[in-house]
């Protein structure tokens, strides 16, 4: 549905959501696309609006009423890639443990937890691994949990993916082994003939072998990100410039693994949900070259340098922890309440 109508779109004008929906009827009746006549029509409506939600993001990036990044155009999706369906109220129902979909029937799923709300829409995702999945869309309430700590900086790496001020440390998997089997598959897919019963087997295999990577490092993400927040009323991390730090050919693979812009997006989400303070510290903060105890700036220091000695206080810092001291020192600094800045009046 989302091609046919991407199509359309393309050869003439976009006509709206509207006209699109109008439309829909028609093209149940013709014989290539008879067989949509028993979907329900619910999702097949859902991906008419995702559509038109993707051009008027399209239409607003032009126009700079939508910040950030330029939006281009909606691109056709591929079969083999993540597809979706989304069900909304009328279309779906929770009995028993069993969720009913509209003409697909009960379906009886591996439940992660319970519902904490009732659901206004599920939608159906299958990755490119041939999984499935159901996705609700709940209401949830603030979770009031007092913080043990007042606030932490956190200094994200690649070697060690995040060092807290407090001291603590935390080391991100490793995925050499399974880069080498996608990558001993990757050759035997290039050399097998296309749309063959065994290039889409050994396709499936190196889906799998990815998710495999993305499932494992989310799940660190998640806990990682869980703990701090829980444990600490003011988080304090710093924006890393990604698509700058990438362009490094040499580090731009292990940085990609990491995942930093995805556990800030979890730290941001978790602390709005249980009360926390989220603050994102300047990438131009120059956290890594002063001294977290006295202040004093000691310039730029290479990347194999891991232990330096203020030559003002004598202090041995170690350059992770004292960075993750920085960060969390800048938002007391921006705040006007930063021991530094006491000392500097």
């Not at 829409?121 to 700590?149: C, H, M, W």
């Not at 749309?195 to 295999?205: A, C, G």
């Not at 009360?275 to 300047?282: D, K, L, Q, T």
């Not at 070259?289 to 030559?311: A, F, N, P, T």
Request: net charge positive; proline share 3%.
């Amino acid at each position: 549905m989302w091609n046919d109508a991407l199509a359309f779109s393309k050869s003439n004008k976009y006509p709206g959501y509207n006209q699109l929906s109008a439309t829909l009827t028609q093209t149940k009746k013709t014989e290539a696309r008879e067989w949509l006549a028993s979907v329900s029509s619910v999702p097949l409506q859902q991906s008419l609006k995702q559509l038109d939600a993707a051009y008027k993001n399209y239409f607003n990036s032009l126009s700079g009423k939508r910040k950030g990044k330029k939006v281009g155009l909606p691109r056709f999706k591929k079969k083999a890639n993540k597809q979706s369906a989304t069900f909304t109220k009328t279309a779906f129902s929770i009995k028993k443990g069993e969720v009913f979909l509209a003409k697909i029937g009960n379906i009886k799923p591996i439940w992660l937890r319970e519902l904490p709300s009732a659901p206004s829409s599920v939608t159906v995702i299958k990755d490119g691994a041939n999984r499935y999945f159901l996705s609700f869309v709940v209401e949830v309430e603030p979770i009031q949990v007092e913080a043990k700590n007042q606030s932490i900086g956190i200094d994200l790496g690649i070697k060690t993916f995040a060092v807290m001020s407090n001291g603590e440390k935390a080391f991100s998997h490793y995925y050499s082994k399974t880069e080498r089997q996608i990558r001993k598959l990757q050759k035997k897919l290039a050399r097998q003939q296309k749309d063959s019963k065994r290039r889409n087997r050994t396709r499936i295999q190196i889906a799998k072998l990815h998710h495999q990577i993305a499932d494992a490092r989310q799940d660190f993400l998640h806990k990682l990100s869980t703990k701090l927040v829980r444990e600490n009323q003011t988080i304090a991390l710093e924006d890393l410039n990604m698509s700058g730090l990438v362009k490094n050919r040499c580090l731009a693979r292990a940085i990609s693994w990491q995942g930093w812009r995805e556990f800030r997006t979890l730290c941001e989400s978790k602390s709005e949900k249980f009360g926390r303070e989220f603050h994102v510290i300047s990438p131009w903060e120059p956290t890594s070259q002063i001294c977290s105890e006295c202040g004093y700036k000691w310039g730029k220091l290479d990347l194999k340098i891991r232990s330096v000695r203020c030559l003002n206080c004598g202090t041995e810092h170690d350059r992770d922890e004292n960075a993750a001291k920085n960060i969390e020192q800048s938002r007391h600094r921006a705040l006007g309440d930063s021991k530094r800045t006491l000392r500097q009046k």
